[in-house]
Structures are given as C-alpha cells and as structure tokens.
C-alpha cells in the first residue's frame, strides 16, 4: 500500500471509531444491562448510560486505526482478482489480522460482497452512502448470528467471583443460560443489538469509507 493510502486508512479509522462511539456508546450500556443475569432493572437501568462516554472515545481512535490498516494491508498484500472465489476468504483474513472475533469474520466479507454486488448492478464504485447501508445489513446479520456468544462474554464479566462462568469458559456458559432461559436466554437482547450495530455499521464503514476516500482525493490534488 502506498503512503497516501496508509495515511489515509489510519486516519480514517480512527475518525471512524471516534463517531460511531460517541453516538452508540449508550445503545450498548442498554443492551448489557438487559443481558444482565440480575436483570434491567437492578443492573442499572436507563440510569448513568452516559457515564465512561468520553475515555471510550479517546481509546477508540487507535483501536479503530489499527485495526483498518491492518485490514487495508492484509487485503492489498492478499491482492486477489475481484471476480476470484477466494475474495471472502480474502476478507475473512484481512478481518481478523485486524480484530480475531467471530464476528468481524462475519461482517466484513459480508460488506465487501454486498459492495461488490451493488457495484456490479448500477455498474459503478458505490458511493459512500450505499457502502453504509451495505455496513448496516452487514453489521445487523453478523449481530444476530453471533448474540449467544455476546451473551456468553456478558454473563463471564458480570460473574461472581468462584461461580462456574467466572471461569471464562463459553462453552460452560452458553450451556449455563440454555439451562436456564433456553434459546430465548441466548439471544437476550437481540434486537437492540442488532439495531445498535446496524445503526453503527452505516456509521463506522460509511464515516471510513467517505473520511478515506476524502484524504484520497486530497492527497491527489495536492502538489
């Protein structure tokens, strides 16, 4: 990847992450606290959805810089030829060289096929905005298929010390909340999760995309 194109990938990211925190970081407070096992209510509420807003900007920045050179890198150093079977498993990579969860495997690939797509059809790059609403379907599917494991994470960090979850095992509490609260227990908080990361992914990959794309044509005029 060339200079312009590194520089303009970092700051992008970051910006990026910055936006998508600022508006979502609440969403997220509220989607815990409903995965709480002491429920809404007494995990908090609608109470303090604010608090820690400003520090999880700050740190989001480098987080999201990081991560997009690291998938920007990874996807020109595996350049593969666009009609090429092998481009999801090109994204799928890139994905998680930059962040190794399940779902970055599920969203990017999929947001890269989706732009693909829409490209081919109106035979033409898509635009900023149509990469967000490829971002928001992306991001609301890879959020639904991956909430049991969020659950999962949730019910590890809230546990009491000594209790079988504390133990970090995901296996052991995904088992835990199926023998409790059954397939609804799994997918608690589901939709509030999906709305969260939908609405997060028109704004984190639609913010990268026109931010990139910004510093690019900058970069071209420049002297």
Known sequence: MDRPGFTASLVAGGVAGVCVDLILFPLDTIKTRLQSPQGFNKAGGFRGIYAGVPSAAIGSFPNAAAFFITYEYVKWFLHTDSSSYL?????????????????????????????ALWSWKQDHVVDSWQSAVCGAFAGGFAAAVTTPLDVAKT????????????????????????????????FAGVFPRMAAI?????????????????LLELGRESP
């Open 87 to 115: 481009m999801p498993v090109k994204h799928m990579l890139a994905a998680s060289a930059g962040e190794v969860i399940p779902f970055s495997l599920v969203q990017f690939p999929l947001w890269e096929s989706l732009k």
């Open 155 to 186: 019910r590890i960090m809230l546990a009491k010390a000594g209790s079988s979850p504390a133990s970090g095992n995901v296996l052991s509490a995904l088992h835990g909340v199926w023998r409790i609260r059954g397939l609804s227990g799994l």
């Open 198 to 214: 939908s609405l997060g992914g028109f704004i984190f990959l639609g913010a990268y995309d026109q931010t990139r794309s910004f």
